[in-house]
């Protein structure tokens, strides 16, 4: 796999055959892991659901996102964890606030763990704040439940809907 951002790799729609890598992914990079129905329903659902590949076809990383009025609800951001720490992950949020600013929605909202410091460091870097909190929202080892961090984006360049 390529090792920096700015060796080819691209983004493209996540298609049904790719559930399989992606869950495969996803089981590696989470102690909890979404299903492979959990990816299915969301392209069912037509989610913007794009993946990251390198060069050689090999996957990186992808996003699942679900637009609503006005914003766009992050689900689901990834990078393999080999390739983790290389700038993919912002790649992915570039494309991310890219597809708010075409669809003109001003704002994105995620979760993140409570323990998963290193995520919240990066969107906190992209300019997220942290807007809230969701209690027990989580699975965590041994039938308990961690919080989640409620953070949230105005878009750059995002247009908000006007009322009236």
Known sequence: MSAR????????????????DVAAIEARAYAFPWSRGNFVDSLAAGYLAEVLVDCDG??????????????????????????QRRGWGSRLLDRLEDACRARGLANLWLE???????????YRRRGFAEVGRRRRYYPAPRGTREDAIVMSLTVPGGTALALV
């Open 5 to 20: 951002p700015e060796a080819a790799a691209r983004l493209r729609p996540m298609r049904a055959a790719d559930v399989a």
């Open 58 to 83: 090999g996957f990186i990383g992808y996003l699942v996102a679900m637009p609503g009025v006005d914003e766009m609800h992050l689900l689901n951001i990834t990078v393999a964890p080999e390739c």
């Open 112 to 122: 993140v763990r409570e323990s998963n410091v290193t995520a919240q460091a990066l």
